[in-house]
């Protein structure tokens, strides 16, 4: 449905966007999950025409997008903070693009009030923005996306705004109504959970650049180097002798051989496990406890241990290895 080909845009001698090209499918989402100031935001503004192409094309169901203006290309965007009419009610807001539209009253109300029960606001119609929290506004701020039903529906981080509890209900909220309503979208975020949580492809930007792209759970089992393991949350990286032993631990041929990746949850303090370690610091979270380990023959790691377990420096413990948390780049 969309196609970029070595899209670059360029401001004045500083490359935002440097020769990307991308594929989605129709019904499919896509999340461009890179660090902040890499590009993501600038690359969905020159989708949506908002930014120049210094060169490059975008297309979308086979038509060249260029000199077509962005209220002519059918795609929505929703960016972190709304951007709500607070002098309009929330009914009103939902069904101004129907308006424009020419949809009449009677046929508006009825879709409005269709769309306020897919994002759970039921009987908000007559309510104003400024009443709403945060995570209602972007509900609102959602259903107003889809009420053109737009062909491609952009996502400017629509939740970095919102705390991290909500964030997580509504990113799964995001992912349920897009594939209730079958909408193709792109999702630009910081965030590595909503990217896995909501999109169906991944795509890792670093400075302009599309490093790995593929199916999310793809890109987050088996990132394509360091950089990309890192930035995805795996915290330690091996080779040579540490890796092999890690790789032994963990029931993996041969995976010595290669660089290893493990994520924090890889390393477990586990009294059958078959590594020894020292403990050298633990810090208590929520639901576990992050712990730093000198383990023998690899060197400092982290990993986590149950909240039950006392654990004090210079105590020495075994650790499992969970080879599901463990990449081979």
């Given amino acids: 449905m969309l196609e970029l080909e070595d899209v670059t845009v360029r401001f004045d001698r500083t490359v935002a966007v440097d020769e990307v090209s991308l594929s989605l499918a129709e019904g499919t989402v896509l999340a461009v999950l890179g660090p902040?100031?890499?590009?993501?935001?600038t690359l969905l503004r020159a989708i949506a025409g908002l930014e120049h192409l210094s060169t490059g094309r975008v297309s979308?169901?086979?038509?060249?997008?260029?000199?077509?203006?962005?209220?002519?290309?059918?795609?929505?965007?929703?960016?972190?903070d709304g951007q709500l009419f607070p002098q309009l009610s929330v009914g009103d807001n939902i069904g101004y693009a129907l308006k424009l539209q020419g949809v009449g009253a009677t046929d508006r109300a009825v879709r409005v009030k269709e769309l306020l029960a897919l994002v759970g606001l039921d009987g908000y119609a007559e309510r104003r923005p400024t009443t709403?929290?945060?995570?209602?506004?972007?509900?609102?701020?959602?259903?107003?996306?889809?009420?053109?039903?737009?062909?491609?529906?952009?996502?400017?981080?629509?939740?970095?705004?919102?705390?991290?509890?909500?964030?997580?209900?509504?990113?799964?909220?995001?992912?349920?109504?897009?594939?209730?309503?079958g909408t193709t979208a792109l999702l630009v975020t910081h965030d590595h959970d909503e990217a896995f949580t909501?999109?169906?492809?991944?795509?890792?930007?670093?400075?302009?650049?599309?490093?790995?792209?593929?199916?999310?759970?793809?890109?987050?089992?088996?990132?394509?180097?360091?950089?990309?393991?890192?930035?995805?949350?795996?915290?330690?990286?091996?080779?040579?002798?540490?890796?092999?032993r890690i790789a032994r631990a963990a029931g993996i041929p041969n995976g010595g051989s290669a660089t290893l990746a493990l994520r924090r949850s890889g390393l477990w303090v586990d009294s059958d496990g078959p590594l020894e370690a020292t403990v050298?610091?633990?810090?208590?979270?929520?639901d576990a406890q992050h712990v730093t380990l000198d383990v023998d023959g690899v060197g400092p790691m982290e990993g986590l241990a149950s909240q039950s377990k006392v654990l004090a420096p210079g105590e020495r413990v075994r650790v499992m290895v969970d080879r599901f948390n463990l990449a081979l780049l």
């Fill in 198 to 244: 909501v999109a169906d492809e991944m795509a890792v930007m670093f400075a302009g650049r599309i490093v790995q792209h593929g199916p999310t759970r793809e890109v987050w089992r088996a990132p394509v180097d360091e950089q990309v393991a890192r930035f995805l949350g795996y915290r330690s990286v091996l080779t040579g002798e540490g890796a092999e």
């Fill in 60 to 80: 979308a169901g086979g038509q060249d997008l260029a000199g077509v203006p962005t209220h002519r290309r059918g795609f929505a965007l929703m960016f972190q």
């Fill in 132 to 181: 709403l929290s945060g995570g209602e506004q972007q509900r609102v701020a959602l259903a107003r996306s889809l009420a053109a039903e737009p062909r491609l529906l952009l996502l400017d981080e629509p939740l970095s705004a919102l705390d991290r509890s909500l964030r997580e209900r509504l990113a799964t909220d995001l992912r349920a109504i897009l594939v209730e309503t």
């Fill in 36 to 41: 902040s100031g890499c590009g993501k935001s």
């Fill in 280 to 286: 050298t610091g633990s810090v208590a979270v929520a």
